[in-house]
């Protein structure tokens, strides 16, 4: 069964870092293109980034919003993906779900549950 | 990158179809077929129900359906269910190579 379950969310203050992990199973983790997506409470969903798989370059591409500030990156020997967020802001506050790529185009077969990231002072 | 227009609400009676419209630009949804829609229940993950514009996932509904034509893609829901009562959100594969989601509309299954 694949599966997808993040990990790191908690309570940070604006200008402060936080750490996000995801762990997977259930595929070829080696090959996959993984995307972070974040929701503001109660509002729609938002693409963070996506790393590409070591064979496809490793690339990673970033939405506007976030690039400068977040990084992701992954390490296949323990199937995980990790999105590294720094100089946090109140709009940050979101659930952050990972996210399988199963094409290469988005097509984002599986979710993670999410874990919730909340910036406040 | 702005987000992709969907009508905020939608609702329907049990049986009937609706459709939720999806409108982007020439540079994702016009350009690439590589259109996408989730179902979202409150509290829970999105789950994939339709790709690549109209390709449902296995186990997905067969009532569930979607279409494209010049920057606007679709997806209709025919012979509406409670259970389908949701939020949805279509995405779509853009020319810069990232991903750009709809507001999301909210169906109401009356």
């Known amino acids: 069964e694949v599966q997808v379950v993040e990990s790191g969310g908690g309570l940070v203050k604006p200008g402060g870092s936080l750490g996000l992990s995801c762990t997977a199973s259930g595929f070829k983790f080696s090959d996959a293109w993984m995307s972070w997506v974040r929701q503001a409470p109660g509002k729609g969903l938002e693409w963070v980034g996506r790393i590409k798989s070591r064979g496809s370059g490793g690339t990673i591409d970033y939405a506007a919003r976030v690039k400068g500030r977040f990084t992701i990156s992954r390490d296949d020997t323990k199937t995980t993906v990790y999105l590294q967020m720094n100089s946090l802001n109140i709009e940050d506050t979101a659930v952050y779900y990972c996210?399988?790529?199963?094409?290469?185009?988005?097509?984002?077969?599986?979710w993670g549950l999410g874990t919730l990231v909340t910036v406040s002072s | 990158q702005s987000a992709l227009t969907q009508p905020a609400a939608v609702s329907g009676s049990p049986g009937q179809s609706i459709a939720i419209s999806c409108i982007g630009t020439n540079s994702d949804v016009g350009s690439y077929n590589y259109v996408s829609w989730y179902q979202q229940y409150p509290g829970k993950a999105p789950k994939l129900i339709i790709s690549d514009v109209n390709n449902r996932p296995s186990g997905v509904s067969t009532r569930f359906s979607g279409s494209k034509s010049g920057n606007t893609a679709s997806l209709t829901i025919s012979g509406l269910q409670s259970e389908d009562e949701a939020d949805y959100y279509c995405s779509s594969y853009t020319s810069s190579s990232t991903l750009v989601f709809g507001g999301g509309t909210k169906l109401t299954v009356l």
């Open positions: 996210t399988w790529d199963s094409s290469g185009y988005y097509r984002l077969a599986k």
